[in-house]
């Protein structure tokens, strides 16, 4: 199979063109390299000694008009994700999100090539159970970008006979992740004596995705999932952020009371994301990795590979 994964160099683009390469698949990347992005991330092997990079972003629209339309698959990744982020700079996410998603919709209906897109559980934004015919009601710019990406997706199926299939994700971590994301950047800051800055309380709730569990859900929606459809990809294992910061700081030997501080909370903050994964697990897929379980080896990684993400 021939597949482009946009935003292919980020973390979890990363990870997906990693996992089909060692199946022999011939994966393409499309990336805009910017700072969150890192080819480090990308493993050439025996599979695939090349992974052609195509060094663009998906909100321009020229780029999309000389790529070859011989694709089997393409897994749309690339995005801008940042809460904070996005409330200083929302046209920035509304062109990557909304704009650019356009954009692959527009290439994969004109080529009549099926698309896989990544959207988030914070689409629902208010704490209410989310199922995938909840009814969308964002509550920062990024999350709305994100359920307009779902619409765009929606519209396009019937318009343009787009072959189109969503899977949601909750918070997902692993190796290789950028260090501003909660838990490497928590790890690193322990590592170098810094203190955890904890938002408000720090009693938000929020549920952890392995970045492997949720590769293997791209899979099983690719396999047996039905075109047109969302796919909630969500774990049962849930963590306030102060309680992760003590997980961390129990795991690297520090005192927690003198390894945090609190500050200023964001703008509007939900205080927990219920995603319901119950329609993706009847097709065949369940977890099979635990934060507790995993924490050790990610602490290892992120301590020995300080230096992975500086650019050449």
Known sequence: MKILVTGGAGFIGSHIVNRFTAQDHE???????GHTSCENRLHRNKYNKRIFIYVADISDTDVWKHLPTD????????????????????????????????????????T???????????????????????????????????????????????????????VRLNNTYGTMQFPDKLIPSFINKLDNDEKLPIHGSGKQIRFFLNVEDFVD???????????????????DESYSVLLIARMICEAMNKNIHNSI???EDRLFQDMIYLSNSEKLRSIGWKPKRTLEQ????????????????QKK
């Open 27 to 33: 994966v393409d990347v499309l990336d805009n390299l």
């Open 71 to 110: 694709f089997d698959l393409v897994i749309n990744s690339a995005a801008e994700t940042h809460v904070d982020e996005s409330f200083d700079r929302p046209a920035d996410f509304i062109n990557t999100n909304v704009v650019g998603l356009h954009n692959v919709s527009k290439y994969c209906a004109d």
């Open 112 to 166: 009549s090539t099926p698309l896989i897109h990544l959207s988030t559980d914070e689409v629902i934004g208010t704490g209410e159970p989310l199922y995938e015919n909840s009814m969308t009601l964002p509550t920062n710019p990024y999350s709305a970008t994100k359920a307009a990406g779902e619409s765009i997706l929606h519209s396009y199926g019937y318009s343009y006979g787009l072959d189109w299939k969503v």
């Open 217 to 235: 859900a791209v899979e099983v929606v690719l396999n047996v999932g039905e075109t047109k459809n969302i796919y909630n990809v969500s774990t």
């Open 261 to 263: 501080e609190y500050v």
């Open 294 to 309: 995993t924490l050790p080896y990610l602490i290892q990684w992120y301590t020995e590979n300080d230096k992975f993400f």
